[in-house]
C-alpha cells in the first residue's frame, strides 16, 4: 500500500503502472468532488427556481441532479477499482471543488439558468482535460468513463442555454 497526502493506493490486479493509478484516482476525484459539488448546485437551483417556467426547470433541474448522482457513483467505484480511496465527503468537497460558489439570492429562472451554464461549461471542459490525460496515462476505461459524462455534460449545456438563448 502506498500512502501519501491524499493519495492512499491498494494493490489491485489492474495492469496500470502505480504511477498512472495515483495520477488517475487524482483526477477522478477531483471530478468526484466537482461532480458532487454540481449536483448540490442544481439541487439548489431545482428548490428556488421562481418564475413563469417553474415546473419546466424545476423538473429539469430535477433529472440533471439524478444525472449527476450517476456518475458521482461510477467515479468514486473507479477510483476505489484502481485501488484509491475516494474523496466524496461534503467537507473535502468544498475544500477541492473546482467550481464557484453557487449565488443564494438567485431566484427567476434566468438567474438559475445563467449560473447553471457557467458551471455546465466549466465542468465540461474540466472532462475533455481529464478524457485527454486518461488517455495518455493509458488508461482507456477511465477516458471512457469520462467520454460518457463529457457527452451528456454536453446535452444538458446544450438544454440549459437553449433557454438562455430565446
Given amino acids: 500500500m502506498l500512502t501519501t497526502e491524499k493519495t492512499r493506493l491498494y494493490s489491485t490486479r489492474i495492469d496500470l503502472p502505480q504511477?498512472?493509478?495515483?495520477?488517475?484516482?487524482?483526477?477522478?476525484?477531483?471530478?468526484?468532488?466537482?461532480?458532487?459539488d454540481l449536483k448540490t448546485q442544481v439541487k439548489q437551483a431545482h428548490w428556488n427556481v421562481k418564475g413563469m417556467h417553474f415546473i419546466a426547470l424545476h423538473e429539469m433541474f430535477d433529472t440533471f441532479a439524478g444525472t449527476l448522482e450517476?456518475?458521482?457513483?461510477?467515479?468514486?467505484?473507479?477510483?476505489?477499482?484502481?485501488?484509491?480511496?475516494a474523496r466524496g465527503t461534503a467537507r473535502i468537497v468544498a475544500q477541492t471543488s473546482a467550481l464557484p460558489e453557487y449565488d443564494l439570492a438567485a431566484e427567476a429562472g434566468r438567474d438559475h439558468l445563467q449560473a447553471l451554464a457557467d458551471r455546465y461549461g466549466q465542468y465540461a471542459a474540466a472532462t475533455r482535460s481529464n478524457?485527454?490525460?486518461?488517455?495518455?496515462?493509458?488508461d482507456a476505461d477511465t477516458a471512457d468513463l469520462f467520454t460518457e459524462?463529457?457527452?451528456?455534460?454536453?446535452?444538458?449545456?446544450?438544454?440549459?442555454?437553449?433557454?438562455?438563448?430565446?
Fill in 19 to 36: 504511477d498512472a493509478r495515483v495520477e488517475l484516482v487524482g483526477l477522478l476525484n477531483q471530478a468526484l468532488a466537482d461532480t458532487l
Fill in 131 to 138: 478524457i485527454e490525460r486518461s488517455t495518455e496515462l493509458g
Fill in 70 to 85: 450517476t456518475y458521482v457513483d461510477m467515479l468514486a467505484e473507479r477510483v476505489t477499482a484502481l485501488g484509491g480511496v
Fill in 149 to 166: 459524462i463529457s457527452r451528456q455534460i454536453d446535452k444538458d449545456l446544450w438544454f440549459i442555454e437553449a433557454h438562455l438563448q430565446a
